[in-house]
C-alpha cells in the first residue's frame, strides 16, 4: 500500500503537507476526500491507526457542525457511531490533512512535529 494523503486543496496545512511528501520523494496517492468522501469504516479504520476518537478530528467551528448542534454531542463510546456517521455525510468536517503511511500509521499532519514524521 502506497501512503494516501486526504487532501484538500484549498487549505494551507493540506497543502503544506502534500509539499512535504513531494519533497521526501514519498510515493503517496491523493484523496480528495471532499470529492471521494471515506466510508465509516474507512474512518474507523484511520481511527485506529490514529488513536483517536471521532471528536479528536471533527472541525467542530465548521457552519456544518454548527448545523449539527455537534457541540451538544455527548463524547462517549455510546457517542461514537453518532460522531463517525457524521464525518462519512458531513467529510468537510474531517479535520485535515491526515496522511496515512505506507507501514500502516496515520496522523493528522498540521504541525511541525507531525509533518516532520513525514520526511
Known amino acids: 500500500m502506497a501512503t494516501e494523503i486526504w487532501h484538500n486543496p484549498k487549505c494551507s496545512k493540506s497543502r503544506n503537507a502534500k509539499a512535504v511528501l513531494d519533497e521526501s520523494g ?12 471515506p466510508s465509516a469504516a474507512e474512518i474507523r479504520d484511520v481511527l485506529a491507526k490514529l488513536g483517536l476518537e471521532p471528536w479528536d478530528i471533527t472541525r467542530t467551528a465548521e457552519a456544518e457542525a454548527k448545523e ?24 468537510r468536517l474531517i479535520q485535515r490533512p491526515i496522511v496515512i ?19
Not at 72 to 87: K, P, V
Not at 107 to 117: G, I, K, N, P, T
Request: glycine residues 6%; aromatic residues 8%.
Open 26 to 37: 514519498t510515493d503517496y496517492v491523493e484523496r480528495r476526500y471532499l470529492d471521494n468522501p
Open 68 to 91: 449539527l448542534g455537534v457541540s451538544t454531542w455527548g463524547r462517549t463510546l455510546a457517542d461514537r457511531d453518532r460522531w463517525i456517521d457524521a464525518l462519512a455525510t458531513h467529510p
Open 101 to 119: 503511511t505506507a507501514d500502516g500509521r496515520a496522523l493528522v499532519a498540521r504541525d511541525d512535529e507531525s509533518l516532520d514524521a513525514l520526511r
